[in-house]
């Protein structure tokens, strides 16, 4: 049982039964390769299955000589707990070394939000004269409007758009598919992109035929070129936060549990596995909360 092929196995596992993307197995590959590297060359640990907890927490321990962010740090020991689950799983250890390892601990992340009216002037910003005008004023209005990850907006369908319903199908992550709701504004500005600039389109790429978002050539936006858009707007806007399309999915959660949205509603429609994922967006910031103790409190008025 060599480093090798016991890595070969875990890749196999993870691609035929999580079913996982080429993207989230590379990443997984990489972690547990560098984590092998450092057993098989630093500690003279011919197998995966002589691997101890001790020699686990030495490996973290270089991790954080050279400087790797704790974040990193979780998540490539995240993708090594992953690897000795699988070997636990195929009986080829009876112990898993990675199980009373203690990551690192990590200060909570609170993403940068944008308001509603750091939205509007985004939208306002975009130059609708343009060829892909439109199209970006629609991926904005669909970002923010269902909450989606970019690898969600860039494969979602027009086969998967439901006007009738105002629902969308997404497929997210490990291809796990759910309906949310989507706004009659963000409907209108698809609709308006395909009416448009969409059915105009020559020699759309057959493979993309279904795909509702696509470049000048007629092929599937690249996740590079929704950060570029993004940026532009916020840029043309005048907002000096630093925001990314992922940021337009933190306001949309930020913005329905500050309104009084049911927690576990919020959870199915950002496709979080876990409750827990989601309870980030349950921070409030200093304004909000002043705003509403000098609204509902009697004793709790402020500044007036």
Known sequence: MDWDSTLNGFIAYMTLE???????????????????EFMF???????????????????????NDVEISRRSQARMLS???????????????????????????LDQYLPEVLSYE????MLESIDRSTPQGTRNVAIIETLYACGLRVSELTGLRISH????????RVIGKNNKERLIPIGESALHHIN?????????????????ADILFLNRRGKKLSRVTIFTIIKEAVEKAGITKIISPHSLRHSFATHLVEGGADLRAVQ??????????????THLNADYLRDTMNQFHPLGRFNK
């Open 18 to 36: 999580k079913g996982l993307s080429a993207h989230s197995i590379e990443a997984y590959e990489r972690d547990v390769r560098r984590m092998s």
């Open 41 to 63: 060359k630093d500690l003279s640990i011919s197998s995966p299955a002589k691997v101890e907890g001790k020699h686990i927490e030495q490996y973290l321990h270089v991790l």
């Open 79 to 105: 993708g090594v707990r992953s690897f000795f689950q699988y070997m636990m799983l195929e009986d080829m250890i009876t112990v898993d070394p990675t199980e009373l390892v203690q990551g690192p601990k």
């Open 118 to 121: 750091e939205i509007m002037r």
């Open 161 to 168: 758009i439901y006007p009738d319903l105002q629902m969308i």
């Open 192 to 208: 308006l992109y395909l009416e448009g600039d969409r059915n105009r389109m020559m020699n759309i790429d057959p493979a993309s």
């Open 268 to 281: 199915e429609m950002l496709g979080h596995a876990s409750i827990t994922t989601t309870e980030i967006y």
